[in-house]
């Protein structure tokens, strides 16, 4: 069974400027998750799709970050403007259903300058 | 709200001693419980769950932890530890409803030296 596929591994750019990762869960995994991981803590939940649609989004800062799943198998997150604390690790996880554990990809590394 | 405490950031052992990496929630419900290793530049992979049942857990790789509702505890253990288990690990819970949104911890570097 293949893994959660996440790209890039490694992104560097200047504040302001816009980025976007890519996620593709495990095949037949309903529910995506992308967390973020700022080095020296845990990963925080940003959105939980469920298919298509959001979960949950709480935390998500919504006035740079967004994310969609529109076909509901793989998944973008995008920063724009970047801000030099969102220096972090990106993670995406899937599981097969809500009530099922979660499968993490390696992450994308984004350093911002 | 859930939060999860991981009380050591760094715990150095030698290879072959015994190891604790001490986890404690709080939560108004009842809640899941899981222990995930992360080693450099990977992801996080599951190192064991409480769901329901024994309170007493274990992995394949010779890790067990112990659910404790009284402490709101949830340690994680390994009786001889080996190089290979240097990593970070990371103790998460989720709420009792579903297994969904994970809290983490802010993690334990368990560093193992020959």
């Known amino acids: 069974e293949a893994g959660v596929a996440q790209s890039p591994r490694y992104k560097i750019i200047e504040k302001r400027q816009s980025v976007a990762f890519w996620c593709n869960p495990i095949?037949?995994?309903?529910?995506l998750y992308w967390y973020q991981q700022i080095l020296g803590q845990g990963p925080k939940l940003l959105i939980q799709?469920?298919?298509?649609?959001?979960?949950?989004d709480s935390q998500l800062p919504k006035d740079r970050f967004s994310a969609e799943r529109l076909k509901g198998v793989d998944s973008t997150l995008k920063i724009q403007p970047a801000k030099l604390e969102d220096s972090a690790v990106y993670l995406c996880?899937?599981?097969?259903?809500?009530?099922?554990?979660?499968?993490f990809g390696d992450g994308t590394r984004l350093s911002i300058l | 709200a859930q939060s999860v405490t991981q009380l050591d950031s760094q715990v150095p052992v030698f290879e072959e001693a015994p190891v604790e990496l001490r986890c404690n929630y709080s939560?108004?419900?009842?809640?899941?419980l899981f222990w995930y290793v992360q080693y450099p530049n990977q992801g996080l992979q599951l190192l064991l769950k409480?769901?329901?049942?024994?309170?007493l857990v274990e992995s394949i790789n010779g890790f067990e932890a112990e659910f404790n509702k009284s402490q709101t505890s949830f340690h994680l253990r390994k009786p001889s530890v080996h190089i290979s288990d240097t990593a970070e690990y990371f103790c998460?819970?989720?709420?009792?409803?579903?297994?969904?949104?994970?809290?983490f911890g802010r993690g334990t570097q368990l560093t193992v030296w020959p």
């Open positions: 996880a899937s599981s097969l259903t809500e009530n099922q554990p979660q499968h």
């Open positions: 095949s037949g995994h309903a529910t």
């Open positions: 799709f469920q298919n298509n649609g959001v979960v949950d």
């Open positions: 939560s108004s419900v009842s809640v899941y």
């Open positions: 409480y769901l329901s049942g024994s309170t």
């Open positions: 998460a819970v989720s709420r009792g409803s579903t297994l969904g949104r994970l809290y």
